[in-house]
């Protein structure tokens, strides 16, 4: 076959498919006869290799399970980091320390959290440390780079906050713009308060969002790795990890929920004022924050439900 | 014992999907020694009157490849040849083991009747 042809149908492979098989299979298809046949045979199995059916269904696989569990953390990050801003110095802390059972509440959703937490972190870490040596092991630049764009986005906002407090004596947090309570003197005026903080929510989501298409990113770059016999053993390192993490994370999680909403009738019961009160995210009142960590948890539970059934729903192990 | 390598044998199988037979033509070719693609067409051709594809070749190329059935050696002349590991071979003798069983009892049936 002519070099132009072979390189047009070389071309209609997958990426992935071309980084490991590219060169060999355009040095077979330049000894072989250009026939009707042998064209329809490689544009055939060229779309059959599109559709997916390599190692894209491995990589597919993990990368839909650990974004599930991904989603899963994220969410009980922000719910628990709400549901702390919404109690932590207003009145509604008070009320917390006065009623015992409102505070048991208060612990079994600190409880549930740290639990759900600590699963999420054991689930995850081994399956991503797996695919940082994958690629360190294939001097993958490009997936080490999307690799490291989560940990560099947190870095980035946590900074953006250090460098606003340390210039305005004011953390630019959703929580503290305005609310039911007197800003300080020295604080910045609320205008260049509010604008701050939604620079501070634009980084958290604009960060949130490049961390999760990096990640499925690199893990979709990692079918182009040419020890592509590792990708098994990351498939079934995944489906270990979610299937037996999970449903812990999912039941620590709901515990968290019950808590909350238990916490957050007797907190409405014991004290309507402070519960109504505008302590809560972005000037919000506190019981409607509460119910936004509550819709967050829920998602979360989902999420982490979701990731252990995605887990479990592939067919048999590959074998060794 | 048996059970777990047969079981071994169709999740293999199972694996190579609509590869399962160029497979097994491919882990037949390289059992007596190392080749490379144009070769494997050629003794294929030869040894059952089948030829494969490009395609259809490197299809089943890189499943084998991915079950570690086989493995890639190092290139010569721009040439990739590929050799069985011991795994492709113990899968290769079970498969063929069961043909060898099934030609066998076909072949008995059509003498008896």
Known sequence: MKPQVVRLLVGLYPAGWRARYGEEFRTLLEEQPATLGGLTNIIGCALYERAGLLGGKLVKEVKNSLTLVLCAGVATLAAGANLYFTVDDTPLAAVVQAHSLLAVCWWVMAAGSVLAAAGLVVAVVPVLSAIARLAWAGRRRDIGLRLALAPGALMAALLWIVVVVARTHWAPLPWGVTGDWLAPANWPPLKVRWELCWVTLALLAGGGIACAMSLRQAMALLESLPQKHALPALKRLSRHRMRKFGLPICMATLCTIAGA?????????????????????????????????????????????????CAGSSGTEPIQ | MRSSQKTRTSEAERALGRFSDPALLVMASLADGPKHG??????????????????????????????????PLPPKDRRYPYRLTPGGERVLRAKLNTLHQFTLAGLSKLEAS
Do not use: C, K, N
């Open chain 1, 261 to 309: 909403v238990v916490g957050g009738v007797l907190a409405d019961s014991y004290s309507p004022g402070a519960a109504q009160a505008r302590f809560g995210f972005l000037a919000s009142t506190a019981l409607v924050s509460w119910l936004a960590s509550i819709g967050l948890l829920v998602a979360s539970a989902a999420a982490a439900l979701g990731s252990f059934r």
């Open chain 2, 38 to 71: 144009h070769a494997m067409i050629a003794d294929i051709a030869q040894m059952s009157g089948t030829r494969l594809g490009p395609g259809t070749l490197y299809g089943a190329i890189a499943r084998l490849e991915e079950q570690r059935l086989i493995e």
